[in-house]
């Protein structure tokens, strides 16, 4: 991740939560305790967020001394300690639930990730995710996605053209589309064409597109025509894909499969914060 971009995005978090101060943490606790933070997994999957709870407890306090039992991608199991961070009490808890709203649902995002991943592993097949992410939140989402051993789609609007069909309405059709983008965008830019039906796919593989999008086919459908299409032409297939049907996509050989449940409507794990206050002694 962009580590300039991550630190910008905390402290405006941070500034949400915290208003002018920590009303609790702040008239309760002296300004010299010190305490430990526990941070644990209530429930097995995939951990990610490492660079969340680093940056996160640097932003609110330098001094924080964070320790970590397990890293980005790697499972965590209930019950298990993820990481540790010792320093001012106060620090820590106006720090902890911003941490643990974005860590909860990173890990939640690549754990289901992996889940798709592996329901895939006998197949060529490789899952991304979508542009359905929460806003002002899409770099962490597609970082989780990655964690998770997926990959990502086109970053925003800005990265890659996908030719849809308000796009192609107005254009006039597949061809007409591709052309007038060829000649205005640079040759790095990659365009991508949705199709539907047989009729668009055969013109939109004499258009000559980067990838082609296969949107809300069925698995029988895509096994029909994906050999029309050449090898030069990446393949991808989106809508209609739930666990229970995306191995059956991915046996059609395809490509790519994207995902939008990935990220727009994951239930966050269950990752909670446990305080020990520390003697000063200590």
Partial sequence: MNRIKLVSMLEQFFIEDLGDGDLSADALFPDDAIGELQLIAKEPGVFCGKDIITEGFRVMDPAIQVTYFVQDGET????????????????????????????????????????LVKLLETTEARVCDTRKTAPGLRMLDKYAVRAGGGFNHRNGLYDAVMLKDNHLAYAGSITAAVTQLR???GHTV???????????????????????????????????????????????????????????????????????????????????????IRKQED
């Avoid at 009490?89 to 289901?112: D, Y």
């Avoid at 365009?191 to 597109?209: F, G, S, W």
């Avoid at 025509?225 to 995306?246: F, K």
Wanted: glycine residues 4%; hydrophobic residues 45%; aromatic residues 4%.
């Fill in 76 to 115: 965590m199991e209930d019950k298990q300690v993820l990481a540790t961070a010792v320093g001012s009490v106060r620090k820590l808890l106006s720090a902890e639930r911003v941490i643990l709203n974005c860590i909860q649902r990173m890990s939640a995002i690549a754990t289901k990730t992996a889940h």
């Fill in 190 to 276: 990659k365009i991508e064409v949705e199709i539907e039906t047989l009729e668009q796919l055969q013109e939109a593989i004499q258009a000559k597109p980067d990838i082609i999008m296969f949107d809300n086919r069925t698995p029988e459908q895509i096994k029909e025509w994906l050999p029309l299409v050449p090898p030069n032409i990446i393949t991808e297939a989106s809508g209609m894909i739930t666990e229970q049907t995306i191995a059956a996509y991915g046996q059609t050989g395809i490509d790519y499969i994207s995902v939008g449940a990935l990220t727009h409507s994951v239930i966050a794990a269950d990752i909670s914060a446990n305080l020990q």
């Fill in 183 to 185: 000649e205005r965008l």
